[in-house]
């Protein structure tokens, strides 16, 4: 019998569903679902570049992430005065997997911005809003393209992201609050669809772990990718 707290197996994901084109003004939106946490995707697109990317001829990808008043357990306060830490953190690992998948010079003089909003927070929410963030972002690009604001679809491949950890002494994957807040170990890996690392993020809680477990977790991580990309690819009609 497993000891998760959802009944699932050590290595079996929460439900996953992709939702696309929810909005009817953004020029790429979707809606993620893993287990309980949900997070809303908006992707827009604008004609304008940072200051450092002026005259250079490429383009720019960036996201907000934000987490709604009571999408945990207890209501938290609006950042009104501006992004927090951890805040600052996500959205900066949200923006640098995206760019990891774009080709920058493609976008010409444009930016897409994913807004990711997390409505309901059970744990791997940075996850969730890369994946969905991704399926956004790809479908503003398919919109400049339909209307011919570029050339080509500048993305080069999928990107995603999945949890890790050791808990009870054994490698887990997708954890959600509970796992997460009581694990020895936890782990966030972003991957494209190639299986290349973009981030590997990982620490210790009480007990250093050895190279074997990192291993072992990592392993773990490119299984539940690789159906996740799956799971991305359907929603966009990829095949």
Known sequence: MSSRPDCRKEKELRPITIERNISAHAEGSAIIKAGRTEVLCMATVESRVPPFLKDSGKGWVTAEYAM????TTERTQRERLGAGGRTMEIQRLIGRSLRAVTELALLGDHTITVDCDVIQADGGTRCASITGACVAMYDAMRW???????ASLPVKDLVAGISVGIRGGSPILDLN??????????????MTGAGLFVEIQGTAEETPFAQESMDSMVRLARTGLEDIFHIQKAALGLG
């Open 68 to 71: 709604l008043p009571r999408a």
């Open 144 to 150: 400049m393209v339909e209307k011919e604001r570029i």
């Open 177 to 190: 609050y509970e796992e997460d807040s009581s694990a020895e170990v936890d782990m966030n890996i972003v």
